[in-house]
T-cell receptor, first 116, second 114 residues
Framework: NAGVMQNPRHLVRRRGQEARLRCSPM?????VYWYRQLPEEGLKFMVY????????ESGMPKERFSAEFPKEGPSILRIQQVVRGDSAAYFC??????????????FGPGTRLTVT | DQQVKQNSPSLSVQEGRISILNCDYT??????FLWYKKYPAEGPTFLIS?????DKNEDGRFTVFLNKSAKHLSLHIVPSQPGDSAVYFC?????????????FGQGTRLTINP
């Protein structure tokens, strides 16, 4: 049973470009969460999605950031017009759709975004 | 507003001794607490958890203690091994606006010295 997969593992973008980060949840998981970790800090919640639905995006910046989890395919975190402050490690986690077990989140290896 | 705090950024322990990592929280709505372990360039790995209705949970060398009145939890690792060297994150879970959310502490870097 493959774990949570993220790609690319490393992404370098120049200021003003777009960054697309992909996440494939564990088999059987239908809940996806995105977190951001800045250097020397903990993980900060960004967005929680289920298939074709954004459940909670309270941690995501209002501008330039968007996320989706289509019926088919991976979840995508999209950052438009990247700035240096977007440089961070972005982690995706998934959990099963069993009520009361949504806290059991399993993390992918992360995508390290560097904005030059 | 840091709802989950790990006040020690780093901890150094001799191999074979006990490692104690601490975590404080402020929100009484948290109903589940977890510890994650993270190696460099990898994602966090779930280690152990505890429900708010319990005060202790043990799994092999790892024990988590919860003191609800003090809003404090700790992770004990005994005996500590070199492979335990990693960053440890405490996380708290609550149902907020219909979604189960994890709130993480800043992490404690544990180094086990041979």
């Amino acid at each position: 049973n493959a774990g949570v997969m993220q790609n690319p593992r490393h992404l370098v973008r120049r200021r003003g470009q777009e960054a697309r980060l992909r996440c494939s949840p564990m088999k059987g998981h239908s809940h996806v969460y995105w977190y951001r970790q800045l250097p020397e800090e903990g993980l900060k919640f960004m967005v929680y999605l289920q298939k074709e639905n954004i459940i909670d995006e309270s941690g995501m910046p209002k501008e330039r950031f968007s996320a989706e989890f289509p019926k088919e395919g991976p979840s995508i975190l999209r950052i438009q017009q990247v700035v240096r402050g977007d440089s961070a490690a972005y982690f995706c986690a998934s959990s099963p759709a069993v009520p009361g077990l949504a806290y059991e989140q399993y993390f992918g290896p992360g995508t390290r975004l560097t904005v030059t | 507003d840091q709802q989950v705090k790990q006040n020690s950024p780093s901890l150094s322990v001799q191999e074979g001794r006990i490692s104690i990592l601490n975590c404080d929280y402020t929100n009484s709505m948290f109903d589940y607490f977890l510890w994650y372990k993270k190696y460099p360039a990898e994602g966090p790995t779930f280690l152990i958890s505890i429900s708010s209705i319990k005060d202790k949970n043990e799994d092999g060398r790892f024990t988590v203690f919860l003191n609800k009145s003090a809003k404090h939890l700790s992770l004990h690792i005994v005996p500590s091994q070199p492979g335990d060297s990693a960053v440890y994150f405490c996380a708290a879970s609550a149902l907020i606006q219909g979604a189960q959310k994890l709130v993480f502490g800043q992490g404690t870097r544990l180094t086990i010295n041979p």
